[in-house]
């Protein structure tokens, strides 16, 4: 078992496929998902104690979830990331950002009643709270995760 890039990849674990697939389908996508949901939880709760705090926004939009996509819905696959609703600023704070000179001028108004027209924007350095919060939980979600598999294989 290894991970490549921000995925676990299960290839080497034949012993633990092999019985996997001695279990019905229903039963086995369950236990998938009930594994991989459990994992994908002590990697947010790590992403999550990363997470600066200005707002709250950031820390509050990281989920674990599953996004649509046939791997996902078939027990495959879950994601834990930001939910842009909360915090669409979220890949800014994690990758950083150069300079910027905005197309069209912002005008903020203070609750002073001082008006700014913003034409640029500043540098902001990364911060990849993400990646730490997945390095330092990425070993113990893959262990979780097996021993999920592995203690639902012996309870049938």
């Known amino acids: 078992m290894s991970s490549h890039g921000n995925f676990i990849d299960l290839r080497g674990e034949a012993d633990l496929i092999k019985q996997l697939k001695k279990l019905s389908t229903k ?3 369950a236990t998938i998902k009930k594994a991989l949901r459990k994992a ?3 990697i947010k709760t790590s992403v999550k ?3 600066p705090v200005a707002t709250g926004n950031l820390k509050r939009s990281i989920k674990v979830f599953n996004d649509g996509s046939f791997a996902s819905k078939n027990g495959a696959l879950i994601r834990v990331g930001a ?7 979220a890949h800014l704070v994690e990758f950083g950002t150069e300079d910027r000179q905005l ?3 912002s005008v903020v108004t203070l609750a002073s009643g001082q008006v700014f027209t913003i034409t640029e924007t500043g ?3 990364a911060n990849n709270f993400f990646e730490r919060g997945y390095d330092s939980s990425r070993d113990a979600a893959i262990l979780l995760f097996k021993s999920e598999l ?4 012996n309870s049938i």
């Open 150 to 153: 592995v203690s639902a294989i």
């Open 40 to 42: 994908g939880n002590k």
């Open 49 to 51: 104690l990363e997470a």
């Open 83 to 89: 939910d842009r609703r909360i915090a669409p600023h």
């Open 27 to 29: 039963t086995g996508v």
């Open 123 to 125: 540098k902001m350095p």
């Open 103 to 105: 197309s069209k001028p």
